[in-house]
Antibody, heavy 125, light 110 residues
């Protein structure tokens, strides 16, 4: 059974740092691309970051570029999100999600087929 | 960053058919597939429809998706009370190199 379990959330002051982890099990983690998505209280979903299998390619939303860093440890089946210079507006539930790539001929498309339960990050003084 | 456009709310009575629209641009929906996610109250999002119109295992065929040009739609037929949830569309944006989500549609079953 595929499982994604986030941890590391909590209360942090503005300007502070936090590192989120996502423990993956039930599948060969190293072969899958992964993402982080967040949801501010009462708001919609916001995609944050992507990492390729192998970790060589990463993408970020403008809202977190330069402040957040996505990484992975395939030996430990862990996905990370290092969050620096945190702001009030970073308060949200943070989800990790697994990318599933489906190919038809030469075209391949991706969707998030499994999500973790989320971890809450609260930025406040 | 740009976001896909969804109506904030939708509603229907049990047994009815409802549709939720999702509007984007050439660089996202126009060039890529659309995925739909369902978020039941207090839970994590769950994949509902992928690649415009495909069902993941376990999703009933009461849910269906379609795409035309730079817009997509989610249709729910035979509406049930357990369908009350938030629904989000999402697509990859080739120009921005980001995933963009719709703002979400809250579905009420009256």
């Amino acid at each position: 059974e595929v499982q994604l379990v986030e941890s590391g959330g909590g209360l942090v002051q503005p300007g502070g740092s936090l590192r989120l982890s996502c423990a993956a099990s039930g599948f060969t983690f190293s072969t899958f691309e992964m993402d982080w998505v967040r949801q501010a209280p009462g708001k919609g979903l916001e995609w944050l970051s992507y990492i390729s299998n192998g970790g060589s390619t990463t993408y970020y939303a403008d809202s977190v570029k330069g402040r957040f860093t996505i990484s992975r440890d395939d030996a430990k089946n862990l996905l990370y999100l290092q969050m620096n210079s945190l702001r009030d507006e970073d308060t949200a539930v943070y989800y990790c999600a697994r990318d599933r790539r489906v190919c038809s001929g030469i075209y391949c498309y991706t969707h998030f087929d499994y999500w973790g339960q989320g971890t809450l990050v609260a930025v406040s003084s | 960053q740009s976001m896909l456009t969804q109506p904030p709310s939708a509603s229907g009575t049990p047994g009815q058919r409802v549709t939720i629209s999702c509007s984007g641009s050439t660089s996202n929906i126009g060039r890529n597939i659309v995925n739909w996610y369902q978020q039941l109250p207090g839970t994590a999002p769950k994949l509902l429809i992928y690649s415009n119109n495909q069902w993941p295992s376990g999703v009933p065929d009461r849910f269906s998706g379609s795409k035309s040009g730079t817009s997509a739609s989610l249709a729910i037929s035979g509406l049930q009370s357990e369908d009350e949830a938030d629904y989000y569309c999402a697509a990859w944006d080739d120009s921005l190199k980001v995933w963009v989500f719709g703002g979400g549609t809250k579905l009420a079953v009256l």
